[in-house]
């Protein structure tokens, strides 16, 4: 194995090469004026607590660290969803899973097998930037669809790069489960690697799958910076199986979870470093956040919820909240947010940034946050519904959040039970959910009760688009 400071120097060399492939010196100093450029960066079953600035005691993210103190770091930013497909069309669109059609209590996320995938009714950032003159590219994770009608290229994006799916499916199903997971290798997971709609590698190199989306992302803007871009840079990683490039093996404290994470806070700065050499920093919003919290049914290969309660595939706040950081520099002035925010939230704030009015024939579920991210305002939510498929296990307001279901904290297997009585939570004071105040705060309860009925009253539940199947040979 390598010594941590030849995998140090390894990286740096590699750092050096990608930034002179994608930045030519004649390329120094360019800048473009007009709307601003809008890269989304989104991990796999990242925790909260996974990240240095987040707290984690052993696994290292200078670039994500310095993209902290740099830009924003909010502190209760939630994902719509506790599982992969969901929470990404709640991303993309804005708007609640239970409302696209993107949910379903059979089937939470889409399989290789399935026949569905996003609708083309849906509107997606891409789609509502193009008209704005953007170049659009998805690179990464997708699983919003495989099949041609629902992949990105249908949706709004010019260009995509990316494996459709969870990098755990499409598995070789006579090997034992400990073996497939604990010991991976390439050949155990037959899946796609595409380029727009075309299959170019199966299955898929997953060791340098995260050297590749970053590569793919800097040739993108390097090829579009004449134009305002957006990039959703959607890593199949920290997701089980655990994969990592030669250069990161053995470089973490945490193990090889620790390694897979290191090398996306790589990543981060491979982007970072090209947009601050090209003159792009202070026109281009960088966000990253995560999809949903650890898989921790999954041990050591799976991350931290930090200090909270459960894990991916619960709506307790280990499954639901998430580290976020906002970067843009110039523009956004470094502090410590507090208040809500949620990746729906996303639309409509890029969608104001970009002075583009969204459609008015839908509901949208996201807030614009830009009052906050520049002029330092208080969030404007001030709710959040936390859905586990199409049934409504809590909701937020204010500081205080109630749970009307519960199950497994450790999210598998779901055992999704219904309470005789609803709790309730002050999570600012107690975000680890380990105190009901329902017998000491009715009122609170009664007011959430009448903040969900609100909501409901102009909830239309759309057809689920998960649980459809293609027909087998």
Same mark, same amino acid.
């Given at each position: 194995m390598r010594t941590f400071l030849s995998n140090v120097l390894s990286g740096a060399l590699f750092s050096i090469f990608v930034i002179a !492939?994608?930045?030519?010196?004649?390329?120094?100093?360019? /800048? &473009?004026?007009?709307?601003? $450029?809008?890269?989304?960066?989104? @991990?796999?079953?990242l925790g909260y607590g996974d990240l240095s600035s987040y707290g984690h005691p052993s696994i290292k993210t200078p670039h994500l660290d310095r993209m902290v103190a740099e830009g924003q770091k909010w502190t *209760?930013?939630?994902?719509a969803a506790n599982? !992969?497909?969901?929470?990404?069309?709640?991303?993309?669109? =804005?708007?609640? #899973?239970?409302? $696209?059609?993107?949910?379903?209590?059979?089937r939470r996320v889409l399989f290789p097998n399935s026949a569905g995938g996003l609708p083309q009714t849906e509107n997606t950032i891409a789609r509502i930037l193009k008209p704005a003159g953007y170049a659009t590219a998805a690179i990464g994770k997708w699983h919003l669809g495989h099949l +041609?009608?629902?992949l990105p290229t249908s949706h709004g994006f010019d260009y995509y790069f990316g494996i459709p799916y969870s990098n755990d499916m499409?598995?070789? *199903?006579?090997?034992?489960?400990?073996?497939?997971? %604990? *010991?991976?290798?390439?050949?155990?997971?037959?899946? #796609?690697?595409? &380029?727009?709609?075309?299959?170019? +590698?199966?299955?898929a190199d997953q060791t340098t799958i995260t050297? &590749?989306?970053?590569?793919?992302?800097i040739a993108f803007m390097n090829s579009h910076k004449e134009q305002p871009f957006f990039i959703y840079l959607a890593h199949n990683l920290p997701h089980v199986p655990l994969f990592v490039s030669e250069d990161f093996v053995g470089i973490s404290d945490r193990g090889l979870y620790g390694d897979v994470v290191e090398e996306i806070d790589w990543g981060v700065g491979q982007i970072l470093d090209y947009l601050r050499s090209s003159g792009l920093a202070e $026109?281009?919003?960088?966000?990253?956040?995560?999809?949903?919290?650890? %898989?921790? @049914?999954?041990?050591? /290969?799976?991350?931290?919820?930090?200090?909270?309660? =459960?894990?991916?595939?619960?709506?307790?706040?280990?499954?639901?909240r998430e580290p976020a950081i906002f970067w843009w520099p110039g523009t956004i002035h470094p502090r410590m947010v507090t208040g809500m925010g949620s990746t729906l939230d996303l639309l409509p704030t890029i969608a104001s940034l970009a002075n583009i009015a969204l459609p008015d024939d839908r509901v949208y579920d996201g807030y614009d946050l830009s009052g906050s991210l520049i002029e330092g305002l208080p969030s404007p939510r001030e709710e959040m519904y936390f859905y586990h498929g199409t049934r409504l296990f809590g909701a937020r307001k204010g500081s205080y959040k109630a749970h009307f279901f519960q199950n497994n904290p450790r999210g598998y297997p779901e055992r999704m039970e219904v309470l005789d009585q609803a709790k309730l939570y002050q999570v600012q004071h107690d975000p680890g959910e380990q105190y009901d105040l329902a017998a000491e705060h009715p009122e609170v309860l009664e007011e959430?009760?009448?903040?969900?009925?609100? /909501?409901?009253? $102009?909830l239309v539940p759309a057809p689920t688009n998960l649980e459809s199947r293609l027909e087998t040979p």
């Open positions: !492939c994608s930045n030519p010196s004649s390329d120094a100093g360019f /800048h &473009r004026e007009g709307p601003p $450029n809008v890269v989304i960066i989104f @991990a796999d079953d *209760n930013f939630y994902s599982v !992969c497909t969901p929470s990404r069309a709640a991303l993309l669109t =804005g708007r609640y #899973p239970i409302r $696209n059609g993107m949910c379903s209590d059979v +041609e009608p629902f499409d598995a070789v *199903n006579d090997l034992d489960r400990r073996e497939r997971f %604990w *010991n991976a290798k390439i050949e155990y997971f037959h899946v #796609p690697l595409m &380029r727009n709609t075309e299959i170019i +590698e199966r299955p050297k &590749r989306y970053t590569e793919e992302a $026109n281009t919003l960088v966000v990253f956040t995560s999809d949903n919290g650890p %898989w921790v @049914a999954y041990d050591d /290969h799976g991350g931290s919820a930090g200090l909270f309660y =459960g894990a991916k595939g619960t709506s307790y706040e280990g499954g639901v959430i009760a009448e903040m969900v009925e609100k /909501h409901r009253s $102009n």
